[in-house]
C-alpha cells in the first residue's frame, strides 16, 4: 500500500487522542462489506 496524504493525516488525528465516541474501546473492528473478513477473532 503507498499511503497518501489523507492517511498520514488520519493517523496524526488518532495518535494526538482522538476518536470516534461510536467505537467506545473496541480493539477490533468488523468490515462487514469484505468478503474476507472473518466474523470472530478464534484462530
Not at 492517511?7 to 482522538?18: E, K, P, R, V
Not at 461510536?22 to 468478503?35: I, K, V
Amino acid at each position: 500500500m503507498n499511503p497518501t496524504q489523507v492517511h498520514y493525516d488520519i493517523a496524526d488525528w488518532a495518535i494526538a487522542g482522538n476518536g470516534l465516541a461510536q467505537t467506545g474501546e473496541c480493539l477490533w473492528f468488523l468490515n462487514p462489506y469484505r468478503p474476507s473478513c472473518r466474523r470472530d477473532f478464534s484462530l
